[in-house]
């Protein structure tokens, strides 16, 4: 059943090639007033033909799918659509895995045991935030610190300004864009320009790459 007020609803996308558990999803958003789930799809090929007629805020992405699987899916829908959130659903929790799908575009990692509440919380912090951090996502960012450390330190010698290191960490609290332009006085325009430069400095290819540099650099504590 539609929703009676589409304004401002969170639009959502599936892609997994377990009918039931779809089913599932389904059902749970279906009692979600800002969620609507808008496409259904049993593969990634699916998913991408899908994609260049509608246009999801989030994107649920199964991993093991026949025909095209989450991992081959993933870097075509950053392509396709990249303002789209990407919540990875997995029955592993393999944290090489998981740090790589971060690393490439992924926004969060979720288990397919995870209730519903947890999936409406990430799709709802995903929309609101990018990303949407849990215990696993941590532990898996973290091993990759230890497995990977030259490939995602990026240059040895970055130097950081008062400004960059106090904006990465509050991305790394997970504050909104708006909620750290009014924590430094600056302009929401402005911590997005000090997203990018942090990017650039460090080598890391997105906000996962971020947080990995900050905990191996120690400006974040590593617990």
Do not use: W
Not at 74 to 99: F, G, Q, T
Not at 193 to 213: E, F, Q
């Amino acid at each position: 059943m539609k929703k009676p007020d589409t304004e401002g609803v969170i639009k959502v996308a599936i892609a997994d090639d377990h009918a039931l558990f779809r089913a599932g999803v389904r059902t749970a958003l279906a009692a979600k007033r800002d969620v609507e789930l808008i496409a259904e799809a049993d593969n990634g090929m699916q998913l991408l033909n899908l994609l260049r007629h509608i246009e999801p805020d989030i994107i649920l992405l199964d991993i093991q799918m026949p025909i095209m699987d989450g991992i081959q899916t993933l870097p075509e829908i950053r392509k396709l659509r990249p303002e789209a959130k990407v919540i990875i659903l997995s029955m592993h929790n393999d944290h090489s895995m998981i740090s790589k799908l971060m690393e490439i575009g992924a926004n969060s990692y979720l288990t397919k045991n995870s209730d519903s509440e947890t999936i409406y919380q990430a799709i709802k912090t995903c929309y609101e935030q990018e990303f949407f951090f849990n215990e696993l996502t941590n532990k898996a960012l973290l091993t990759g610190l230890r497995t990977k450390r030259t490939d995602i330190a990026g240059p040895q010698d970055v130097n950081l300004s008062e400004k960059e290191i106090r904006v990465l960490k509050l991305m790394c609290e997970e504050k909104t864009t708006k909620e750290i332009a009014d924590i430094v006085e600056i302009s929401p325009r402005t911590v997005e320009a000090i997203r990018d430069k942090l990017k650039t400095k460090t080598g890391a290819k997105s906000m996962a790459g971020l947080v990995m540099y900050a905990v191996k650099n120690g400006i974040i504590a590593q617990d």
